[in-house]
């Protein structure tokens, strides 16, 4: 089966880093999603991840370990507008993606 | 932007009314998917369409149903509604359709159920 876990609340200061754990399990591998969702708004695709290692994209980047199952996303020079949740999800079956409950990071000034 | 719109955006209603959902695409995407977003819970998978007329279960079905008679539009339909159907419900289209391709979400439907 499929399974995944995040914490379910950070909080930060503005400028700092932070990072943002999610370890999974599934049945054959084909990639791990992040996206950011803001409160009351839909889900924004942040990355996508298939092979081990970092992939930045400016003040966000992603990691992958296959081997440990587990990725993670880094926040760096924090800012409040960076409150939000994000949720990591993996592809499942041929077409269809499976969502953990996501983290709640809350920025403080 | 994906050129998804959902509507109605928010709706209440009275438990064992029937309810209909609809998601609108402007790019003809072939994949479709309606979720549902509680909380402790995340988004779960209602139904989803891999074409006109053919559809799939999700995770969470049961008390749902889905018809996709034209590309552009995935409908939503809860039956008979109940209190446990209150959500805020979310479409979202897969611009290639295939187990790695990005999933693009609709701005959501806040429904309840009284």
């Known amino acids: 089966g499929q399974n995944i876990d995040q914490p379910t609340e950070m909080t930060a200061t503005e400028g700092a880093i932070v990072q943002i754990n999610c370890t999974y399990q599934?049945?054959?591998?084909?990639?791990l999603f992040w996206y950011q969702q803001h409160a009351g708004e839909a889900p924004t695709f942040l990355s996508y991840?298939?092979?081990?290692g970092l992939e930045e994209k400016g003040r966000f980047s992603s990691f992958l370990s296959r081997s440990k199952g587990y990725s993670y996303l880094l926040l760096k020079e924090l800012q409040m507008k960076d409150s939000a949740s994000y949720l990591c999800?993996?592809?499942?079956?041929?077409?269809?993606?499976?969502f953990g409950t996501g983290t709640r990071l809350l920025v403080f000034p | 932007d994906a050129g998804i719109t959902q509507s109605p955006r928010h709706k209440v209603t009275e438990t064992g009314t029937p309810v209909t959902l609809r998601c609108h695409q402007t790019?003809?995407?072939?994949?479709m998917y309606w979720y549902r977003q509680d909380p402790g819970h995340g988004l779960r998978l209602i139904h989803y369409?891999?074409?006109?007329?053919?559809?799939d279960k999700g995770e969470v079905s049961d008390g749902y149903s889905v018809s996709r008679s034209k590309t552009e539009d995935f409908l939503l339909t809860l039956e008979s509604a109940t209190s446990s159907q209150t959500s805020v419900y979310f479409c979202?289209?897969?611009?290639?359709?295939?187990?790695?391709?990005?999933?693009?979400f609709g701005p959501g439907t806040r429904l309840t159920v009284l």
């Open positions: 999800a993996v592809p499942y079956n041929t077409d269809k993606l499976i």
């Open positions: 369409s891999y074409g006109v007329k053919d559809t």
């Open positions: 790019e003809n995407h072939r994949y």
């Open positions: 991840n298939v092979l081990d």
């Open positions: 599934t049945s054959g591998f084909n990639g």
């Open positions: 979202a289209i897969s611009v290639g359709g295939g187990l790695t391709d990005t999933q693009y």
